[in-house]
């Protein structure tokens, strides 16, 4: 069984934060990388940020100062923090894992919805 859980979401005034975590589970496996993506109404779906195994992370233009990703623990849990929040933050947030089994796989998220307000 491989599950991919993110939660964190919310609604929230500009200005304000959020803590976005993405859990991984599987039998056999190493994370070597997971990448948050967003999606808003009428937009094409952009990567956001990612943190390696190593513990490496990069994060788009439009989010860099603002939002920070934490290493990968233990548990394959990473978190991101996002911080001064903007109304072009709304969209639906996809936690995207790339493991190691026997074999190299990937797997999505359901996504969680965060709601940035005026």
């Known amino acids: 069984q491989v599950r991919v859980v993110e939660s964190g979401g919310g609604l929230v005034q500009a200005g304000g934060s959020l803590i976005l975590s993405c859990a991984a589970s599987?039998?056999?496996?190493?994370?070597?990388?997971m990448t948050w993506y967003r999606q808003a109404p009428g937009h094409e779906r952009e990567l956001v940020a990612s943190?390696?195994?190593?513990?490496?992370?990069n994060y788009s233009d439009s989010v860099k100062g603002r939002f920070t990703f934490s290493g990968i623990d233990d548990s394959n849990t990473a978190y991101l923090r996002m911080s001064s929040l903007k109304p072009e933050d709304t969209a639906v947030y996809y936690c995207?894992?790339?493991?190691?089994?026997?074999?190299?796989?990937?797997?999505w998220g359901q996504g969680t919805q965060v709601t940035v307000v005026s």
């Open positions: 599987a039998r056999g496996f190493r994370l070597n990388a």
């Open positions: 995207h894992v790339d493991a190691q089994g026997a074999f190299q796989w990937e797997a």
């Open positions: 943190v390696t195994s190593s513990g490496s992370a």
